[in-house]
């Protein structure tokens, strides 16, 4: 059984999940904890490893929570607004570090200055884009720090923008995916929020990091011993 990280809320998870397992009669082989904080990792082993002894079951493996494999990328952005790409569709495998609104472009408002999600509308584009090229000599920066942009609409018409609309070289100078949403730019960074990021076959480098941390946080032999 697989349950997310935490001392309380893992323990109150469990008691109702193995419950379940128990009435159907599937038998649990052990435990492994998912999304530990990095500093918790040695007191929320102690814990549950002492209440999983009460209740039966081998803690199998504590792994900590890892950011990068909660970056969404590209497509999966796209996917929640509802968006259509308008430029570079081969880069929709770029991820996601940080989002920003146009409105808020500032070197005080960036967080990190690489892997950045843009949601502005067409109207305030070209002078967001100048904002961004500014950051970017301020901070001597050899390459864009945007991931891609959202060029959003008002949220009431449903007009799609098209390539006309976006004549800007910096895209296809920095090979910036452009998807285009009918939804504001509220409506757009709301939607985005609300992803909950997996691991497929169009973001490999999540599934190296995922195996690098099950064979360095998970006991395989404790679990072929219970096999």
């Known amino acids: 059984m697989v349950v997310e990280g935490g001392i ?3 323990i109150d998870m469990l008691n109702m999940s193995t419950a379940l397992f128990r009435e159907e009669k599937v038998p649990i082989i052990g435990v492994i904890v998912n999304k530990v904080k990095p500093e918790k990792m040695e007191e ?26 909660s970056l969404p990328i590209m497509e999966m952005i796209r996917k929640a607004v509802d968006g259509k790409v308008l430029m570079n569709e081969d880069c929709m495998n770029n991820r996601v570090e940080d989002i920003i609104a146009g409105s808020l472009v500032d070197v ?3 967080h990190t200055f690489e892997n950045i999600l843009l949601v502005t509308s067409t109207i305030r584009l070209n002078q967001v884009i100048e904002k961004v090229e500014s950051v970017a000599r301020m901070k001597n920066l050899k390459t864009s720090p945007l991931s891609g ?7 009431r018409h449903h007009r799609w923008l098209d390539l ?13 995916p452009v998807i285009t949403t009918t939804l504001d730019t509220y409506g757009s960074v709301v939607k985005i929020t609300r992803i909950e990021v997996k691991i497929n076959n169009r ?10 941390l099950f064979h360095e946080y998970v006991n395989f032999d404790l679990i072929l011993n219970q096999l």
């Open 8 to 10: 309380g809320s893992t």
């Open 44 to 69: 929320t082993g102690h814990y549950l490893k002492r209440k999983l002894e009460q209740m039966g079951y081998p803690l199998l493996g504590l792994l900590p929570y890892e950011q990068s494999l």
């Open 108 to 110: 005080d408002e960036f």
């Open 149 to 155: 942009v959202i060029v959003t609409s008002d949220g």
């Open 164 to 176: 006309a609309d976006l004549n800007h070289p910096y895209f296809s100078k920095h090979k910036i």
């Open 203 to 212: 973001t490999p480098w999540k599934t190296k990091r995922a195996v690098e």
